[in-house]
């Protein structure tokens, strides 16, 4: 066994899993935020609702991604400790700004939050979820920024082969960096956009099925409301109605903000990364015309086994160059260039271990990035036609009651995610065999790269290696099964489950109280709601 091959297999494992979770946590925040906004303008308990249902379920996945997070740090350290040395001096001002200054500031207020229902002035206790929020946008400028430097290395001089950081802020500023965050943060706003759809359209269909809210003859919805259920009222119809629309609005604008800003990154990588463009098209010759299907061998880095079935005239230049006639370089001129600049074996140091002076292999794999590429547009797509086809679906105020259409709304809430983690291998993946890709662009830094096979710890064996990468496997298995039973717990519950002063107040109806001042009108100054919550797992958060 490689001792490369189960690092590089932990850090994908690991990377994908937490990343599963940040774009939630990113998207989910600031929806909650503008549910908050909406409740505190206009006392609409509609809006209370949905801050209480949706914030709950961003709890969760925050609290899941700070674990899994974690986990990152130490295996930097473990399993890619030559890599930790060789960026060391880079990314310890942006990483320590994120942890020591938004991380924190995130942690604080997202604590003020949990803990200031109803012992809060309204005003002030949105202002702490805002400012929670806003760390946990920041925080993730910090990251990306970090991934970007090895993409685009920027704001360094190499001293004694390391590079050693003379410019903070063109670290901070670098193109690709701004390039990518806005990517992610469209992507996240998608991702929370198809959450939305898929949990709001399945209690709406349950009201249907359970005759709650009927249809009229003019095709209307008719709303209904349960005196055997707590909360499945009107003003729960109103909540997924509202939830649902918003949430694809919010979605088809994530998608259209991601792909401005795709197009903005795909000319980028034709500048820094010109191998990785040409291997994301499967582009074996030099040309203009982008692939819409070309098949081969799955594992070849090899062109003569490449067939372009289907391809577009003039395509590909414009997401190189944004014209029609630009010629973009292939895989066979590229190849003998990046030779002549890097070599053409990994040097003969012991550093690089089974690796020294072996064939450097510049060509990623293209079936990774070819299909990684199109699944993250394809499944991108897909969402946002998705959601036109919902906002139409409900203009009159329900969802159909077929339990079919329900299922695949359930299952369009991984569709974003399955296209923001294709996006994220495509883009690491793409640099192989560099962790630190080298600049054939002239506004980056000369000389600055670094292989993937001098980034491994060279203390480390490979049955130390394979014992990690199980480990965190399994815990990562156990994590993913207690998020997931959370979120189909509290989803299945309603807003009832967020909200357990609702069933004491159906059970006592007569104990209804609107509230003033920093009571919020959930019942936190009651005894009924504060016993109905014992049971919760999460009570602590309201």
């Known amino acids: 066994m490689d001792p490369l091959d189960i690092a590089r297999w932990q850090f994908g494992i690991t990377t994908v899993y937490h990343f599963l979770m940040v774009p939630l946590t990113i998207g989910l925040g600031a929806m909650t935020v503008y549910f908050q906004a909406r409740w505190v303008r206009s006392g609409d308990d509609r809006w209370l609702r949905m801050t209480k249902f949706w914030g709950k379920l961003y709890l969760i996945n925050f609290i899941l991604g700070v674990a899994t997070g974690l986990v990152q740090e130490f295996q930097f350290g473990m399993a890619w400790s030559e890599y930790s040395r060789f960026v060391g001096d880079v990314f310890g001002a942006p990483l320590a700004m994120e942890g020591l200054l938004a991380f924190f500031i995130e942690s604080t207020f997202l604590g003020v939050w949990i803990f200031g229902w109803g012992r809060l002035p309204k005003k002030v206790h949105l202002t702490s979820l805002v400012l929670a929020v806003t760390a946990s946008w920041v925080s993730a400028y ?71 809210d009927t249809v009229g003859a003019d095709g209307q919805v008719i709303v209904g409301e349960s005196s055997q259920v707590p909360s499945r009222d009107r003003t729960d119809h ?44 499967a582009a074996c010759h030099t040309g203009t015309d982008f692939s819409v299907l070309s098949l081969g061998d799955p594992g070849t880095r090899d062109c003569s086994s490449i067939v372009t079935v289907i391809e577009v005239p003039g395509v590909l230049s414009f997401l190189a160059k944004g014209d029609f006639t630009t010629e973009v370089p292939g895989i066979t001129e590229l190849e003998p260039q990046y030779q002549e600049m890097y070599g053409t074996t990994i040097p003969d140091d012991p550093r690089y271990g089974a690796h020294a002076g072996t064939e450097v292999q510049y060509v990623p794999l293209m079936w990774v990035t070819y299909w990684g590429f199109r699944l993250m547009i394809g499944l991108g797509a897909i969402s946002a036609f998705a959601a036109a086809v919902a906002l139409w679906l409900t203009r009159k105020g329900t969802v159909p009651s077929s339990i079919w259409i329900m ?107 609107d509230g003033d001042g920093p009571t919020d009108g959930d019942g936190a100054d009651g005894e009924k709601p504060r016993k109905a919550a014992s049971d919760d797992v999460l009570a602590f958060a309201y």
Request: no cysteine; proline share 5%; glycine share 10%.
């Open 142 to 212: 910090f990251i990306i920024v970090a991934n970007s430097w090895m993409q685009h290395p920027v704001g360094v001089e190499l001293v004694d082969g390391r590079p050693v950081l003379t410019d903070i802020w063109a670290v901070l500023g670098n193109n690709t960096a701004i390039a990518a965050y806005t990517h992610a943060l469209a992507g996240s706003l998608a991702v929370a956009g198809g959450f939305l759809i898929g949990i709001s359209w399945y209690h709406l269909w349950r009201r249907r099925r359970d005759g709650i």
């Open 238 to 281: 109103s909540v997924w109605i509202s939830s649902l629309r918003i949430g694809a609005v919010v979605a088809i604008f994530g998608f259209a903000a991601v792909s401005i800003t795709g197009d903005i990154q795909g000319k980028l990588m034709y500048e820094q990364q010109p191998m990785k463009m040409a291997a994301a098209e």
């Open 407 to 513: 299922r695949l709304a359930i299952l369009g809430i991984v569709a974003p995610f399955a296209a923001n983690s294709a996006g994220w291998i495509f883009t690491e993946l793409g640099r192989q065999p560099f962790v630190v890709a080298p600049n054939p662009d002239p506004s980056g830094v000369d000389g600055v790269f670094m292989y993937t096979a001098a980034a491994v710890s060279p203390g480390v064996t490979a049955g130390e290696l394979l014992f990690s990468t199980i480990s965190l496997t399994l815990v990562y298995g156990v994590l993913a099964i207690v998020e997931i039973a959370l979120l189909v717990k509290y989803t299945r519950g309603g807003v009832a489950a967020a909200m357990p002063e609702l069933a004491a107040h159906h059970d006592e109806s007569d104990d209804h109280d």
